[in-house]
């Protein structure tokens, strides 16, 4: 499992990274190897306003389609429009140019909420039992 | 033989379990004489026995093939070629069921592929589900599906006094509960004039409840203009004959496929047909069949798009329907192919003109006049003399002839009108005896 030292992660499994006054949010390596092939990515619209545990979108695989979560609240700055013609990067670099939606967070200090690396893998590791 | 699977142990694990010790404890909450009421039922008949009743009782129904039928307005006459039936009772077809299977079910995957194919053709859509259970059911289904398009964030539907009135009453039943306001069929209001920047969705028929064809380009533009979509019921039919919906702009297409292969059938089954662009595809009910290639190249038929199912998505899918229509739409599908699209057009070419000559002879007795001079296909509306039901009771009796519509049911400002429907099944000699007899009427 690949992980993101600059990220911080919620138990739905997205990942979200600081830049600037804005986060960065996508899902971790681990959740796009759990779903396999990606086929379609849904994301929002810029402008909507979303609380912390929000669905924000849908990620379809060709076993499933999961719906994914805000690891914090806020406004819909940028969506990541390339993965409507290429899903695949998703599975192929879901840290990097995979990134699914920008946002201007409610309130910055939900961050500090999330998981670091050490506690998702420890996370993930009870999760799969 | 006793059908009951349950053993006495099974029965007694599961009294114990719910904490009860016997059957009569835990049916004590149903007053006693109701219980195990006494039943007044006659003696019971041999299956000869039987076969009588049920025929003398069958022998109260007129059908249309003892009747020359004129009523329409949403299930309509049409012949039914003997290849349908044929096809329609193999029993590959007649038992098969959900084709989740593709190694077992490529007959059927294959029927439904190709029903879409013909389904998309003929509405000039690019994907059709696999069906649904009746049109008024797929015109639901579109709201649902235009709400969906908009993430739910438009909350208006307008929808044209002129759809099917059933039609619109299943809509507002199939989405009661989501909040949604339903506009435009309350009065003569202009429907462009409703469409705002919360407008989910327009819905006409076409051709109308009353038959008339109706150019839709200015709608559609009216719809997009506000981000709206357009959703079209259409009788499919007449799209034999008539330029598509999505060559209007429509968005969405949905009407009844009755007509295509499943004769009256005193009122079902019938079958929806549901068709849209492939940008709302995902957002669409149904399940969808796609064409693909097996591990070895081959083609093959799969079912597709599932993960947006219900049997897959579970509370969060796009709609509670995880079926389909699939013996009636092989009807469809089997009377497409048989017709052609020459066979298609010519079926709607003669409801046309047989419908036209109706109406010209009708609108030249005493007291009769057409509704208005809009252009329609093979239904029209006609002012009467009298009351619908009355000039009904006096064909039926009298001539033995089923008359039209009345529309003073579903249109205050409509008493006294009738829609009557001619098709291919109505032979000059049969429209001459309805104008005889309304002329005799009229007098």
């Known amino acids: 499992m690949k992980l993101d030292p600059q990220a911080r992660y919620a138990e739905s499994h997205e990942w979200a990274r600081q830049d600037g006054d804005e986060i960065v949010c996508g899902i971790s390596d681990h959740a796009q190897e759990s779903l396999s092939d990606i086929v379609y990515v849904e994301l929002p619209e810029v402008g909507d306003v979303l609380g912390k545990g929000d669905a924000f979108g849908v990620v379809e695989s060709v076993k499933a389609a999961s719906d994914i979560y805000m690891p914090m609240g806020g406004e819909i700055t940028a969506v990541n429009e390339e993965l409507e013609d290429t899903p695949e990067l998703v599975n192929q670099d879901p840290y990097g140019q995979a990134w699914l939606i920008r946002f201007a967070p409610s309130d910055p200090a939900e961050f500090d909420g999330l998981m670091g690396v050490e506690a998702y893998e420890a996370f993930v590791a009870e999760e799969e039992g | ?443």
């Not at chain 2, 109406?359 to 029209?380: A, H, K, T």
């Open chain 2, 1 to 443: 033989m006793p059908y009951i699977p349950h053993t006495n142990e099974d029965r007694e694990a599961m009294l114990a379990a719910v904490g009860v010790s016997s059957l009569e404890e835990l049916f004590a909450a149903v007053p006693e004489h109701v219980r195990f009421p006494e039943l007044d039922l006659p003696l019971a008949l041999s299956e000869l026995g039987a076969r009588w009743e049920l025929e003398s009782l069958a022998e109260e129904n007129l059908t249309t093939a003892e009747a020359p039928c004129f009523l329409g307005a949403g299930a309509y006459n049409h012949f039914v070629p003997a290849v349908v039936d044929a096809v329609l009772s193999r029993s590959e077809f007649y038992t098969a069921y959900t084709p989740y299977q593709p190694e077992i079910s490529q007959g059927t995957l294959q029927a439904i592929f190709e029903y879409q194919t013909m389904i998309c053709a003929l509405t000039g859509m690019e994907v059709s589900n696999a069906s649904h259970y009746g049109g008024a059911t797929a015109a639901a289904e579109a709201v649902i599906t235009a709400i969906n398009v908009h993430r739910l964030k438009r909350r208006q539907v307008v929808l044209s006094p002129f759809v099917h009135p059933e039609y619109r009453a299943v809509v507002r039943t199939y989405t009661q509960g989501m909040g949604l306001t339903i506009v435009g069929d309350d009065g003569a209001a202009d429907l462009m004039g409703l469409l705002n920047d919360d407008t989910a969705c327009l819905i006409v028929q076409y051709p109308d409840f009353l038959g008339r064809i109706e150019d839709l380009s200015d709608l559609a533009e009216a719809a997009h203009a506000v981000g709206a979509l357009l959703v079209v019921v259409a009788d499919p039919i007449a799209l034999g004959l008539l330029k598509p919906p999505g060559e209007f702009g429509a968005d969405i297409v949905v009407g009844d496929g009755q007509g295509m292969g499943a004769g009256l059938n005193f009122g079902g089954p019938y079958l929806g047909f549901f068709a849209t662009r492939k940008r709302y595809a995902r957002k669409m009910a149904g399940r969808i069949v796609g064409q693909t290639v097996d591990a070895e190249g081959k083609r093959g038929f799969v079912l597709t798009l599932s993960t947006r199912e219900q049997h897959i998505r579970r509370e969060r899918a796009t709609s509670n329907i995880c079926s389909n229509q699939s013996l009636v739409a092989l009807a469809a599908a089997v009377y497409m192919a048989a017709l052609g699209k020459s066979g298609m057009r010519q079926v709607a070419e003669l409801c046309y003109h047989k419908a036209h000559y109706a109406q010209q002879r009708i609108g030249e007795i005493n007291g009769f006049s057409p509704l208005d001079d809009e252009p329609f296909f093979d239904e029209f509306a006609v002012h009467c003399p009298k009351p619908v039901q009355e000039i009904n009771d006096y064909l039926l009796e009298e001539w033995g002839i089923i008359g039209g519509y009345d529309l003073g049911r579903d249109y205050p400002h409509l008493q006294d009108h009738m829609l009557l429907c001619v098709t291919e099944m109505n032979p000059r000699q049969e429209i001459d005896a309805l104008v005889d007899a309304l002329e005799e009427m009229a007098e």
